[in-house]
């Protein structure tokens, strides 16, 4: 079977601010556009899996990072019909998806100033992992470009006050 390439977006509007993590598919047919793999919400109102098909991470409006984790192989892969349309749905199509699907979203928060527990992609690439989906060498590189726990927490002053 071919290997194809599978990568984490990581992107965010300012350095104080969280990075949100994506796992990006490219289509065979069209690598600029595939499928991403990522949760959705707020601390205050819960998070839930999204896949995004017909995805172009360059339309992005927020700067982003992509990075090669690692290989998988073709039949773990099914590909959105055609080029078409971005559209979201909830459905795990594929083995990457519903390795994806077996990782819980973040609960709400009653605090959300509290550190924030990220793990979900970790748990999602050790899932990979433990299948013989890819590479260990995707821990260490996911690992890599996680925040620490208490960064972009807190509340930002508005504005600056006049000494």
Do not use: C
């Not at 990568?7 to 300012?14: A, E, I, Q, W």
């Not at 205050?44 to 998988?72: A, C, D, K």
């Amino acid at each position: 079977m071919p290997l194809r390439s599978i990568f984490l977006v990581s992107s965010r509007n300012s350095q104080g601010q969280r990075a949100h993590f994506s796992i990006f598919v490219p289509s065979a047919s069209s690598p600029s556009i595939g499928t991403s793999i990522h949760v959705v919400g707020a601390p205050i109102m819960g998070y839930e899996l999204e896949f995004r098909r017909n995805h172009t991470p360059s339309v992005n409006e927020e700067p982003y990072e992509m990075i090669s984790i690692g290989q998988v192989e073709s039949s773990n892969i099914v590909d959105s019909s055609g080029e078409g349309n971005l559209f979201v749905d909830h459905t795990p199509r594929d083995n990457l998806e519903i390795a994806a699907s077996q990782v819980p979203p973040p609960p709400i928060s009653e605090n959300f100033m509290a550190p924030v527990n990220d793990s979900g992609p970790m748990e999602y690439v050790h899932r990979l992992i433990a299948r013989g989906l890819i590479g260990e060498e995707a821990a260490q590189i996911v690992q890599s470009k996680r925040d620490p726990p208490t960064h972009g927490i807190g509340l930002q002053l508005a504005v600056r006050r006049l000494a």
